[in-house]
């Protein structure tokens, strides 16, 4: 597919850019050659390809979710810098 210079100036004028004559003539070209890999894409045959959304298998990556035992109360208030009435106590986020 070829990409004329009223193309070139018209994306430059949308995106705000200022370009010479001679950006103008290597964009054109430049955007020319990749709009030609595109139709080389759109040539191949896809008819019997399933769509998905990753080219990998995905695989789970996360450990399975077991219920242990915890630490004793005590022992976690122990380390807390603040507590009260046998919980944790934090600042306020909200008023």
Do not use: K, N
């Not at 994306?11 to 003539?25: C, G, K, Y």
């Not at 040539?43 to 789970?60: F, S």
């Amino acid at each position: 597919m070829e990409i004329g210079r009223e193309t070139v100036l018209h994306l430059a004028r949308l995106a705000r850019i200022d370009l010479t004559s001679d950006e103008v003539s290597t964009y054109a070209a430049q955007l020319s050659e990749i709009l030609g890999h595109f139709d080389v894409l759109q040539r191949v045959d896809t008819e019997d390809v399933e769509p998905t959304a990753h080219t990998l298998a995905l695989e789970d990556v996360m450990v399975e979710d077991r219920a242990r035992p915890s630490l004793p109360r005590d022992q976690v208030l122990a380390l807390a810098p603040l507590t009260e009435d046998g919980y944790l106590r934090v600042r306020a986020v909200l008023e």
